[in-house]
């Protein structure tokens, strides 16, 4: 027996049709709530500490990731180094392939939960909490090119290929302060490191400095997602919200945390192939070593169904309908 069926936003994977859509929709790809131990799909890369665990690892007990970020403990620069060539710079990774390849044609939203227990009040330009999707066959060791700076005959490899969120804790040095950021990291050829993130000049430019003696707080959830719009202006969007809803932006003395990176260039291009936590290298110049705790929980990927005209379509048998999300921009700061 035929069956009309009038569809909007679904997928009709059985008839191998996808259905047309009156309206942006969003198809969830790539989610993990760490209820179960995830090691036969997560893998960790890097450092162990103290008590020889990996520096983000999986939580059974509350069913998340604690995550520690030492600056001391992966970048070894002049302190007892002389000599060395290159540095010895060894970040640490815990990730998961997505199970599809995403590019900067695409239109895509990650995110994760996030939760603060602890920051060193450091001076030096020192990130923690990143997260977000990489290639990691390009991710070098030296992914903020540190090493490019010592003179090194052997330089490592810097990292590209990334769309990431970024939280800088450095306290009231040389005019940084604690802020919030996404970057994009196009593919590098080189040794020239080609990262886009926000400037004062674009109309969109929002500035998360929060302040002196001010950082994202203690011992809450914090909802952090990502945007990265393809082809339709080639910009990333950062956001941290109060609610699971995401529909209240958190403020920190009085910044709310948004962030817009200005468009990449055209001629710049990114792949993505897997999602990952990180704890990064960062030079140390003398000041205290920054360093931090805390926890991920439930990490998604979202990726953004073309907009189509008409949504009729008729089948024989059986239609297979898949969970899409809708998605909206009109908040702060978004398109």
């Given amino acids: 027996m035929r069956t009309l069926l009038t569809v909007t936003c679904v997928f009709l994977f059985a008839a191998g049709i996808t259905a047309a859509?009156?309206?942006?929709?969003?198809?969830?790809?790539?989610?993990?709530?760490?209820?179960?131990?995830?090691?036969?799909?997560?893998?960790?890369?890097?450092?162990?500490?103290?008590?020889?665990?990996?520096?983000?690892?999986?939580?059974?007990?509350?069913?998340?990731?604690?995550?520690?970020?030492?600056?001391?403990?992966h970048y070894k620069d002049w302190e007892g180094a002389a000599g060395i060539d290159p540095y010895q710079i060894e970040p640490s990774s815990y990730s998961r392939p997505l199970g599809r390849t995403l590019t900067d044609a695409d239109t895509f939203e990650f995110g994760a939960t996030l939760r603060i227990s602890s920051v060193v009040n450091t001076t030096e330009f020192y990130q923690v909490?990143?997260?977000?999707?990489?290639?990691?066959?390009?991710?070098?060791?030296d992914r903020t090119m540190s090493d490019n700076w010592s003179g090194n005959t052997t330089?490592?490899?810097?990292?590209?290929?990334?769309?990431e969120f970024n939280y800088f804790i450095q306290n009231d040095s040389f005019g940084w302060n604690p802020m919030t950021q996404c970057t994009i990291g196009a593919h590098i050829e080189g040794l020239t490191g080609d990262y886009t993130t926000g400037s004062s000049g674009d109309s969109q430019f929002h500035d998360t400095d929060m302040g002196a003696g001010n950082w994202l707080p203690t011992d809450t959830d914090l909802y952090v997602e990502?945007?990265?719009?393809?082809l339709t202006s080639r910009r990333a969007y950062s956001a941290i919200y109060v609610?699971?809803?995401?529909?209240?932006?958190?403020?920190v003395n009085g910044v709310q945390q948004y962030y817009w990176a200005v468009p990449l260039p055209s001629d710049d291009h990114f792949?993505?192939?897997?999602?990952t936590f990180w704890n990064y290298v960062g030079t140390n110049w003398g000041g205290v070593k920054g360093s931090g705790s805390g926890t991920f929980d439930d990490?998604?990927?979202?990726?953004?169904?073309?907009?189509?005209?008409?949504?009729?379509?008729?089948?024989?048998?059986?239609?297979?309908?898949?969970?899409?999300?809708?998605?909206?921009?009109?908040?702060?700061?978004?398109?």
Avoid: C
């Avoid at 131990?37 to 162990?48: A, E, F, H, K, V």
């Avoid at 330089?155 to 769309?163: A, L, N, R």
């Avoid at 990502?226 to 393809?230: A, K, L, M």
């Fill in 21 to 73: 859509r009156g309206e942006s929709a969003w198809e969830t790809i790539f989610q993990e709530d760490f209820s179960f131990d995830p090691s036969t799909n997560w893998s960790y890369d890097g450092r162990l500490n103290v008590n020889s665990q990996p520096l983000i690892h999986w939580n059974g007990a509350n069913g998340n990731l604690d995550a520690e970020w030492d600056q001391s403990n």
């Fill in 129 to 141: 909490a990143n997260f977000g999707l990489y290639s990691l066959a390009e991710m070098g060791d």
């Fill in 155 to 163: 330089i490592v490899k810097d990292g590209s290929d990334f769309v």
């Fill in 226 to 230: 990502v945007i990265y719009h393809g």
């Fill in 243 to 251: 609610d699971s809803d995401k529909t209240t932006l958190l403020e």
């Fill in 271 to 275: 792949t993505l192939t897997d999602a």
């Fill in 299 to 335: 990490i998604y990927v979202m990726v953004e169904v073309p907009e189509p005209t008409t949504a009729t379509i008729l089948l024989s048998g059986l239609a297979v309908v898949s969970t899409v999300r809708r998605r909206r921009f009109g908040r702060s700061g978004r398109v």
